[in-house]
DNA sequence: GCAGAACGAGGAGTACTTGA
DNA sequence: TCAAGTACTCCTCGTTCTGC
């Protein structure tokens, strides 16, 4: 005997279905006279004759249509307030929110203005840089000629120089002739927006020229006093550096000791310009930018200490010639 | 005499490199 | 991967000089 298992709907498929069956718009009989109207329906056979039992039935049918048409009509419009009550926001909110698309349409539209418009700035760079980059390859062929030429002057080769500009294609030209045309080429002024001079180096200021790359990680520094050590690094090298003081007065911790010349106020105060720069890029509040420029003269005096020491500890572990290629480095 | 400045030296902390 | 070594930075302290 084996017992047929029944597929029982569950509970959601039980909702859905309910769902579904209330949707359909049943005849609702709302009174007693039209549920009689039905049930004659069914018993109208032995009671009217024929003809008249087929007009009854029809307007019967007709009456009973036209009930479900109102029921259906009655059922629609009562689901279309329901749904309407559960979907409309309130106006205010509406408002709210149209407003709030046009301000983001409106933000939109400025971006995009901007965004052309540093867009055009970008094409103007690069077409500049492309200028730039051409009239730098003339630089560097002009430069090969000039080494060429003064190596072989040095050499006391002019004789075959002059044989090998009279037989050969090379377009080397007298010293004087080389230069003057070039130099008037670059006449035209440079755009000032333009840090970068010099072809590759920035122009810090006082006459101070940085190479571009080096001074792009200079900037990424992390610390400010670590800003200022690779910056002056950079400007004077580790061998200057150790010679010197920043102040240019001797030392007040050992007695009897010689003064060494000073730093370059000039570029010490370019150090400084550049860190104040990096400060106020930074935001930083104009007391913060003061008493971290007052530390720029320790910095310097802690780089030239640290680099003392190390020379002196590369000369105590190994011989003067390794030690002065290390403080090379 | 005192406060501030400049410099040197020592040491702690941290990041990086190197070898097992 | 990790420990040891190295290099570097930064802070602190001591010494001396200078100006008030």
Redesign the pocket.
């Known amino acids: 005997m084996s017992r047929r298992k029944q597929t029982k709907p569950s509970p959601l498929e039980d909702h859905d279905m309910d769902l579904e069956i209330s949707r359909i718009p049943a005849p609702y009989m709302e009174s007693e006279e039209e549920e009689r109207l039905l049930q004659d329906d069914c018993e109208y056979h032995s009671e009217t004759s024929e003809r008249e039992k087929k007009s009854t039935v029809e307007s019967q049918k007709i009456s009973l249509l036209e009930l479900m048409k109102k029921q259906i009509t009655v059922k629609r419009q009562r689901d279309f307030l329901d749904s309407d009550e559960e979907s409309v926001v309130s106006y205010k909110l509406y408002q709210e929110l149209q407003d709030s698309y046009v301000m983001l349409k409106k933000r939109l539209r400025e971006k995009d203005v901007i965004i052309a418009e540093k867009d055009t700035a970008i094409r103007k760079l690069s077409e500049k840089c492309r200028r730039m980059s051409v009239e730098l390859d003339k630089i560097r062929q002009l430069n090969i000629c000039l080494q060429e030429q003064l190596f072989l002057k040095d050499d006391g080769m002019q004789t075959q120089h002059t044989m090998y500009t009279e037989n050969t294609e090379c377009s080397y030209e007298p010293y004087e002739d080389v230069l003057d045309p070039k130099v008037t080429e670059f006449e035209e002024p440079l755009p000032e927006d333009l840090v970068e001079k010099d072809f590759g180096r920035v122009d810090l200021g006082h006459g101070v020229l940085l190479d571009n790359q080096k001074w792009k990680a200079i900037q990424r520094m992390d610390?400010h006093?670590?800003f200022c050590?690779?910056l002056a690094v950079a400007i004077w090298g580790l061998e200057t550096l150790k010679e010197r003081?920043?102040?240019?007065?001797k030392?007040?911790?050992?007695?009897g000791s010689v003064a060494k010349p000073p730093l370059s106020p000039e570029k010490v105060g370019v150090i400084r310009e550049c860190l104040k720069d990096r400060l106020q890029q930074r935001g930083y509040q104009k007391e913060e930018v003061d008493g971290q420029l007052r530390l720029v003269?320790r910095f310097l005096?802690?780089k030239?200490?640290?680099i003392?020491?190390?020379v002196s500890i590369n000369l105590e572990g190994t011989s003067p010639s390794t030690s002065s290629q290390v403080s090379q480095t």
Do not use: F
């Not at 003081?245 to 007065?249: D, K, N, Q």
């Not at 030392?251 to 007695?255: P, R, T």
């Open positions: 610390s006093s670590k050590k690779s003081s920043v102040t240019g007065s030392s007040n911790a050992i007695k003269r005096s802690e030239i200490c640290d003392k020491r190390k």
